[in-house]
């Protein structure tokens, strides 16, 4: 692949953040044609056309680059599904990842709709709507306060209606908010839509292994209550540089979970559970756990002046200790993978493939002797599918002709026949996850260059 572009005055193509758009659209479609649709919105920084490398031909990729997220949102709540010129496809436009981003999926409408701020004390919900409504419609406002006291914590959130809204509400309102995106949760605030890969860490039997808990007399992990220590609110360190998603993601596994807040310092996070038994299972579970492998975690409650002796409190310990020992944790020794909310299991075995993406039905495989017209280069996150389920997955689009992986890296290739089949599974398959692992579905280079080159992203 090459990057082609007549403008490339952006030396950071993540600043400001979500200014970046991903266009799949048709083979014909040119530079100019995206400009000229474009430019409406914005001022454009930067267009890049994925071409192949050997016959320059577009593949039907694009990168745009805006000066604002605002204009970048405007951009794709527009024109996601417009037609760019006679005889070609609808397009589908996207807020791009991050490319250097650690999140576990790709940036969905919904996770820029809600920005997180710092209010006055004295704040309302009804004063969080009267000061930022003039951004945009508001869903809701919610101030953040204490579960004993009812004091605003300060903090709040308010989500808009469209992502256009909320990143303008971001670049214009007084800078003493400090707004921000929020990081994102379920509707019905579960968050059984996060931590894939993080889940299937966690449920693995390497991940769990080498902790083990004292049981009670029934099996469920004993808690002593005799210390008085435990709260619902904790602070988690770690060397690792994680972001708040990463924490959320591996906190939020656990149910309960009423907020989650980066601290200044990069490598800690303030965690607050809605009931004492999360937190203190939260506590007990991952103190010491690695994650990511080789980073250990340090996990300490943090004063909240509540009562932590009553005997309701002691049986909500227990009660979410048994509960989360049966239906997450089990998983690890049962070998189940905890599944998220809105995943399909496809595939001959019900619970054999896991994914967030609508897959077609499988297809015979194309015989091995095809000549291959195109080739797909996979990076895996966090580690790598079995040869079965990549077949499974990837013949789903027609011509697969083979699978290899390469020995001691996680990445692969996938051989096809025919360059629309590749295409198809690269634009579906391109982020997603299969059984907890996320996939990177790009172009590969000539086989002239396996061993020396890998695809750049742009």
Known sequence: MEECTSNRGAENLDDPPNSRLFIVSSRTVTEEQIRDSFSAYGDIQGIWLVKDKNTKESRGVAYVKYAKSSQACLAMETMNGRLLGEGTKPIKVFIAQSRNSSKHRDVEDEDLTRIFVMIPKTFTEEDLVQTFKEYGDIEYAIVIKNKTTGESKGLGYVRYYKPSQAALAIEN?????????????????????????????????????????????????????????????????????????????LFDLIPGLEYCELQRDYGQALIRYNNLGSAVYAKEKLNGFEYPPGNRLVVAYVEDGEDRTSSVNRMAVQYVASQMMSAVWGGASSGHMMKPTGYSAVGPVSTRIQTDVNLPPPQKLAPRDSQSKERLFVVFTPTVLPLDVLEDVFCRFGSLIEVHLVPGRKVGYMKYADKQCADEAMAMLHGRFVNGVKMKVMLADPPREESHKRPRTY
């Not at 966690?202 to 435990?230: H, W």
Request: with cysteine; aromatic share 14%; hydrophobic share 30%.
């Open 173 to 249: 309102c007084d800078k003493s908010y400090k707004a921000v995106v929020a990081e994102p949760r379920t509707k019905s605030g579960t968050g059984e839509d996060y931590g894939t890969a993080t889940a299937a860490y966690m449920n693995s039997g390497d991940a769990m292994s080498q902790y083990s808990f004292p049981m009670d007399a029934s099996g469920y992990q004993y808690l002593d209550y005799r210390s008085g220590e435990y709260t619902r609110s904790l602070m988690v360190s770690t060397r690792a540089a994680l972001s708040q998603e990463q924490f959320f993601a």
